[in-house]
Each structure stands twice: as structure tokens, then as C-alpha cells.
């Protein structure tokens, strides 16, 4: 695997850092203050973090340390019981996960969400819903501008599959495929809803040490061929360490350290929250 080249991160005028490259253009998340409560549980709380708008990003933690549930409320599965979330600049209070995805946010799930019994392409086709339209008439009589419509959805899908050399599988039953090759379809899916920001829950979960590497190396070309942010869950530290700038650990809900991956790892509280606290003597 080539090494990526990592630019520095300068800090942000909002006590968070940045890399260099994105420091004079506006964050692609702005996470403040964020929070929820479970029945006077606080699952995440005082969550506040911005990302860069071609950010790597990593959210790190323990089992059980809320990683999931900040993913669920970036995109509005959760509605937060405090804070503010933006994207893009914009203020996504009241939106619904629809309203989220058309604002520039997608994620992929720590379990593979696939529509199982349709093929790869109309998968990805699925994520596409957005930007190719025609009307019920056109599509009724198979006029021109259908067809055209379909020609330009075939072309983009055949385009993004490629990413992963999953092109000649298109036709294949998306549940049929090897567990990594389903994992690389949900990224894929994702993609085409053309994201700003791209959430990765657990992308490397199941994958063997040939694949990860493979992903790694994938996760860096998406963010320079589309020039997008991307931010991910993952217990992989190897993969972590390896392609994150920007790396928040959490733990009971709250953040516990950021940085650089050298600055976490050489951060004793984020080594006791993994390890537990050494005995003396």
C-alpha cells in the first residue's frame, strides 16, 4: 500500500483543527455542542467536532463508547436532544434522513444494508434517485428523454462500480455477492448520492488483512477523485493510523481527546480508556 500524503493540521477558529488545505474554506461538519438523552441516559454528550471539506477523519473508542449513535444523529436517525449540527454551512435542526442525504451526508451501516434480491447496478442505481428524473408520462410511453435518462444512469452506475473494479458484476444479485464485495457495493451506493461528506461505519468489519489494505488505498482515491470529506468508525487501528488526519476518540459518550493519530496515540488517557488504568507496584 502507497502511503498517503498527509498535509498538516493547523487549528480552527472553533478550538478543533483542520488540515491546511481546508483551512480557509468552510467545514463540511460543524458538530456543536451536540447531544442526546435515552430515557435521562446521556448517550453523547457536549459532541463537538468540525471537519474539513477533503478531511479524513476517524471517530475512535471503546465498545459501547457512542460512535454509532453520533453517526445516527449526523444523519438524522436521531434527533439530538441539544446542539447543532452543519453542514455544508447550513443548519440541518428539524430535517428528517432524506432531507440529511439531499444536504451532502451519506453512510454506509456497521451491518451491511443492501437491497439483497436486486442486482449491484440497480443498488446503485438506488443512490442515483436524485439526480436523474423524468416524468411518470415519459417513463409510461418510453419516450426519449426515459431513455436518455436510463442511458446516463447505466453510464454513471458502470463509472462509480469501477472504483472497486466492480463493473462486471453488475448484473450479478447484490446478495450473492462475498461479504467484502458487499461491503465495497454499500460504499458504492453511497457515492452516488454524490456526498460531501461521506460516513464510513466499521468499513473494514470482516475483512481480511489483503482487503483492508486494499480499502485503505480505496478510501484515500474516493476522497481525491471527488474531493469530498470522508469520516469513519473503525476498531482496525492499523487502518486508522494509517489514512486519518484528524482522529476524535470517545468514550461514554463524550469526547476524551483530539488530534493528530501521533498525538492520540501517545495520549495517555485515550491509552488508559483502551486498556484500563495500569496498577503501580
Not at 487549528?11 to 488540515?19: E, T, V
Not at 444494508?113 to 416524468?135: A, K, P
Not at 444479485?173 to 457495493?185: C, F, V
Not at 464510513?200 to 474516493?222: C, F, K, Q, S, W
Amino acid at each position: 500500500m502507497s502511503q498517503p500524503v498527509r498535509t498538516k493540521m493547523v487549528p480552527a477558529p472553533s478550538h478543533g483543527i483542520l488540515p491546511e488545505r481546508d483551512v480557509n474554506e468552510r467545514p463540511v461538519l460543524e458538530a456543536r455542542n451536540l447531544g442526546i438523552d435515552f430515557g435521562g441516559l446521556h448517550a453523547v454528550e457536549d459532541f463537538n467536532l468540525i471537519i474539513g471539506r477533503t478531511e479524513i477523519a476517524g471517530l475512535i473508542g471503546p465498545n459501547g463508547a457512542g460512535k454509532t449513535t453520533v453517526f445516527n444523529l449526523l444523519t438524522k436517525v436521531y434527533q439530538p436532544t441539544m446542539g447543532t449540527i452543519l453542514i455544508n454551512g447550513k443548519d440541518t435542526a428539524g430535517m428528517d434522513t432524506a432531507q440529511a442525504s439531499m444536504m451532502g451526508i451519506a453512510r454506509t451501516f456497521q451491518n451491511i444494508r443492501l437491497f439483497s434480491n436486486m442486482t449491484v447496478e440497480d443498488n446503485v442505481r438506488i443512490g442515483l434517485h436524485n439526480q436523474f428524473r423524468y416524468n411518470m408520462f415519459s417513463g409510461i410511453l418510453r419516450l426519449p428523454g426515459f431513455w436518455s435518462s436510463e442511458r446516463r444512469m447505466h453510464e454513471r452506475s458502470m463509472d462509480l462500480l469501477s472504483i472497486f473494479d466492480m463493473q462486471d458484476m453488475a448484473g450479478a444479485i447484490a446478495g450473492s455477492l462475498p461479504y467484502g464485495a458487499q461491503r465495497r457495493l454499500e460504499i458504492v451506493r453511497a457515492l452516488a448520492t454524490n456526498p460531501s461528506l461521506l460516513l464510513l461505519d466499521e468499513p473494514a468489519a470482516g475483512m481480511n488483512p489483503h482487503e483492508t489494505e486494499e480499502l485503505m488505498d480505496n478510501i484515500v482515491r474516493i476522497r481525491d477523485r471527488f474531493h469530498i470529506a470522508v469520516m469513519l468508525i473503525e476498531h482496525d487501528m492499523k487502518l486508522v493510523m494509517g489514512i486519518c488526519e484528524g482522529i476524535c476518540v470517545l468514550n461514554y459518550g463524550r469526547i476524551i481527546a483530539k488530534g493528530t493519530p501521533e498525538e492520540i496515540q501517545n495520549n495517555p488517557t485515550v491509552i488508559e480508556a483502551y486498556l484500563g488504568r495500569q496498577k503501580e507496584g
